[in-house]
């Protein structure tokens, strides 16, 4: 049980430099699991158009309970079964997109494509998998809790709180590992940034 720790090694004010930053960090994953997962704030009418057509299946949520006026039943929502015109669509807003994708070896393509949509709310894509063993730093994977974190407009794991910048963070076993956050770091000209904060 628990949660994993989570370390932020590289911030920019680029989001393609983070994700390009990500993804070398990933590469050094031993293993690596399918898709990954993507969560975002749309704020605007603009924001959402453009994930929608990005992502058509995912759910979209309001971030507030909204429920049918006749059948008083909550409202969920997928790209495919969103209001399109604009009014009723911002009446919405903002909207949740927190979901999961695995997509048949085009998955960088995607997520690459949901960098270059995002709007200017925090956004996160995280991919899982295990860190190879390493006795020399005395670290060793953890499956359930070793992955790569790209954070956009926001400097925290949970990326609720808004910044200018965008984060990459490394999770590790749920005791912390500074030494192998230290590490990664090191391979794309990072360090850690501030102490290991909870993570997935």
């Known amino acids: 049980m628990g949660s994993s720790r989570a370390y932020p090694v590289y911030r920019s004010s680029d989001p393609l430099d983070v994700y390009a930053q990500s993804q070398r960090l990933c590469a050094l994953l031993d293993s690596r699991d399918a898709g990954a997962h993507v969560g975002a704030e749309l704020r605007t009418v603009a924001d959402v ?5 990005l992502l058509p299946d995912m759910s979209y949520d309001p971030d507030r ?9 909550c409202l969920f929502f997928t790209g495919r079964t969103l209001p399109v015109d604009p009014v009723e669509l911002e009446s919405l807003l903002p909207l949740l997109l927190n979901d999961e994708f695995v997509s048949g070896g085009v998955e960088a393509s995607v997520e690459a494509s949901f960098v270059r949509a995002l709007g200017k709310g925090p956004a996160t894509v995280g991919w899982t998998g295990r860190w190879p063993d390493d006795p020399a730093l005395g670290s060793f994977g953890s499956p359930k809790y070793d992955g790569v974190q790209a954070v956009f407009n926001s400097d925290d794991s949970d990326w609720e709180r808004w910044a200018d910048t965008h984060t990459v963070f490394v999770h590790v076993t749920k005791f912390g590992d500074l030494d192998r956050a230290q590490w990664l770091a090191a391979q794309i000209g990072g360090e850690v940034l501030g102490e290991a904060v909870l993570g997935w």
């Not at 158009?49 to 057509?53: A, E, L, N, S, T």
């Open 65 to 73: 309970a909204l429920t049918d006026p006749v059948t008083g039943d």
């Open 49 to 53: 158009q453009r994930m929608v057509k």
